[in-house]
């Protein structure tokens, strides 16, 4: 089986610039979710799908980010302007039910993408 | 915040010995979930434990769960080198749909 699939492994920006990631979750899996983890912190959510729907994005900093899943399948998000404050990893899972339900809860984590804003 | 913080921040041990790490949670929960991530890798799942459950295992893994206390704890038995690794609680609240992780501990193995 197929894990989830992150791309680009490494991005290097400069301030103010625009970036995207892209995420491929395993096939079958309706939920999706994208977390940002600063070195040394543990996973923040940003945003949680389900099907192709924004279950979640309390933590989602609007301003500037963006993320969307066409078809409920592949998911992108876009930060634009981004700030120093960005450099973290953005790893993608996704599972098969939401966090909680009662017969899975397991999420799966794609390798993430590393972003340094300079 | 039902965000999980887990003690010790880190852990040195010596191949052979007994690891535990534990997690305390603010507000009541559906389940309690243990990941580790490998520098640089992205993390995988360890073991779920529900709220109605105490005890669980999995291989050399033992996790218990106090919802009166609101903790938990992660005991890894006889630890390898490989087991070096940053280990997260995970908790989903009682609605169950979003999983809010602490911020690790790190566990080193000296072989």
């Known amino acids: 089986e197929a894990g989830v699939a992150q791309s680009p492994r490494y991005k290097i920006i400069e301030k103010r610039q625009s970036v995207a990631f892209w995420c491929n979750p395993i096939s079958g899996h309706a939920t999706l979710y994208w977390y940002q983890q600063i070195l040394g912190q543990g996973p923040k959510l940003l945003i949680q799908?389900?099907?192709?729907?924004?279950?979640?994005d309390s933590q989602l900093p609007k301003d500037r980010f963006s993320a969307e899943r066409l078809k409920g399948v592949d998911s992108t998000l876009k930060i634009q302007p981004a700030k120093l404050e960005d450099s973290a990893v953005y790893l993608c899972a996704s599972s098969l039910d939401p966090a909680g339900y009662a017969n899975t809860g397991e999420l799966f984590f794609g390798e993430g993408s590393r972003l340094t804003v300079l | 915040s039902q965000q999980g913080e887990e003690d010790p921040q880190a852990l040195s041990i010596q191949e052979g010995e007994n690891a535990t790490m534990n997690c305390s949670y603010k507000t009541s929960i559906n389940n309690l979930q243990w990941y580790r991530q490998n520098s640089g890798r992205g993390l995988v799942h360890l073991i779920l434990i529900r709220s109605n459950e105490r005890e669980k295992h999995s291989g050399r893994l033992r996790v218990t769960l106090d919802t009166s206390k609101k903790s938990s704890s992660l005991l890894i038995t006889a630890s390898r080198a490989a087991d070096t690794a940053s280990y997260f609680c995970?908790?989903?609240?009682?609605?169950?749909?979003?999983?809010?992780f602490g911020a690790g501990t790190i566990l080193r193995v000296k072989s």
């Open positions: 799908f389900q099907n192709n729907g924004v279950v979640d």
């Open positions: 995970a908790t989903a609240g009682p609605y169950g749909n979003k999983l809010v």
